[in-house]
């Protein structure tokens, strides 16, 4: 058991470390998944001033997900992901900021309309 939890650290850090947050969190909570991907879209735009997300996104994507039949544990491990992905987007932005394309400013600000107006099919 504790030669399983000395193995199971490097490799979850690894994981963390080597790769993006959603290979990490892989296809067994697709509301999670998706979450990575709202969370990195809305630190994206507003790295790149292609438009802030509107107070209650986060609750508007929750429950877009419930409709799509989200149980509650993959709601909370939504929430959980969101929170951590944009928590380590902002750490790394102030870090190392990437400087934003013309075109990437275009294309995050059209998502951001979608999910501005509650549209999260896009993710």
Do not use: W
Not at 12 to 40: D, F, H, I, M, Y
Not at 64 to 78: K, L, N, V
Not at 110 to 121: C, H, I
Request: net charge positive.
């Amino acid at each position: 058991m504790i030669r399983h939890r000395i193995t199971a650290r490097p490799i979850a850090l690894a994981c963390l470390l080597a790769l993006p947050l959603s290979a990490c969190v892989g296809a067994a909570n697709p509301s999670a998944q998706r979450a990575t991907e709202l969370a990195t879209l809305v630190s994206r735009s507003i790295a790149c001033k292609a438009g802030a997300p509107k107070r209650d996104t986060l609750t508007r994507f929750l429950q877009a997900e419930e409709a799509r039949g989200a149980t509650a544990e993959q709601i909370a491990s939504a929430r959980s992901t969101y929170v951590t992905v944009s928590e380590a987007q902002t750490i790394n932005q102030g870090i190392r900021p990437e400087r934003c394309t013309s075109e990437e400013r275009v294309a995050i600000g059209e998502k951001m309309s979608a999910v501005r107006a509650g549209r999260f099919d896009g993710l």
